[in-house]
């Protein structure tokens, strides 16, 4: 069967620091590129940041540029988004996605073309 379970999401102060991880079942995570995508109330849908199948490309949207950091363990199955100085505007929903035939882990983000993305992990960021 296959799944993606996203898990680490949780209610911090401002300036704290979450890990989100995404562990993929029932395919091979080393064929996909792979996302983090985010959901705020009342905001667009947004990639977050991306990564292709190797790891060794990614991407990052301009607001999380040197504070997230995404990563992956393909013998694991399990991609990770580690996420520092947070702030209230980072508080939403968060998905893992995965793509089979991305052109790039830009693309990924900026044109989500995904194959199967989690049901989402909520993050809270608390002024």
């Known amino acids: 069967q296959l799944q993606f379970v996203e898990s680490g999401g949780d209610l911090v102060q401002s300036g704290g620091s979450l890990r989100l991880s995404c562990v993929a079942s029932g395919l091979i995570l080393d064929y996909y590129a792979v996302g983090w995508f985010r959901q705020a109330p009342g905001k667009e849908y947004e990639g977050v940041s991306c990564i292709s199948s190797s790891g060794g490309s990614t991407y990052y949207e301009d607001s999380v540029k040197g504070r997230f950091s995404i990563s992956r363990d393909n013998f694991k199955g399990t991609v990770y988004l580690e996420m520092n100085s947070l702030t209230p505007e980072d508080t939403a929903v968060y998905y893992c996605?995965?793509?089979?035939?991305?052109?790039?882990?830009?693309?990924?983000?900026?044109?989500?073309?995904?194959?199967?993305r989690g049901q989402g992990t909520q993050v809270s960021v608390a002024s």
């Open positions: 996605a995965a793509e089979r035939n991305s052109p790039g882990p830009e693309n990924m983000c900026l044109k989500p073309e995904y194959d199967y």
